[in-house]
């Protein structure tokens, strides 16, 4: 069975900087968007709530 996001956009995020010592509300961010440790990525559905979060957090995270 094919992935729901297989023939959606997507964008792949990447966190690229710790999240020690942020704002509780951008670390809720950074796991909103399923990422964990330093340099996981998260491939999600490319949407204008998720541009928001990766907006947010544009200092902590890449997009690849």
Same mark, same amino acid.
């Given at each position: 069975?094919?992935?729901?996001?297989?023939?959606?956009? =997507?964008? =792949?995020?990447?966190?690229?900087?710790?999240?020690? #010592?942020?704002?509780?509300?951008?670390?809720?961010?950074?796991?909103?968007? #399923?990422?964990?440790?330093?340099? #996981?990525?998260?491939?999600?559905?490319?949407?204008?709530?998720?541009? #928001?979060?990766?907006?947010?957090?544009?200092?902590?995270?890449?997009?690849?």
């Amino acid at each position: 069975m094919p992935s729901k996001l297989a023939h959606k956009k =997507t964008v =792949t995020v990447k966190l690229v900087r710790s999240v020690a #010592g942020t704002r509780e509300s951008h670390r809720a961010t950074v796991r909103g968007l #399923g990422l964990r440790k330093l340099n #996981g990525e998260s491939v999600l559905e490319d949407t204008p709530s998720v541009r #928001g979060m990766i907006n947010k957090i544009s200092y902590l995270v890449k997009v690849l």
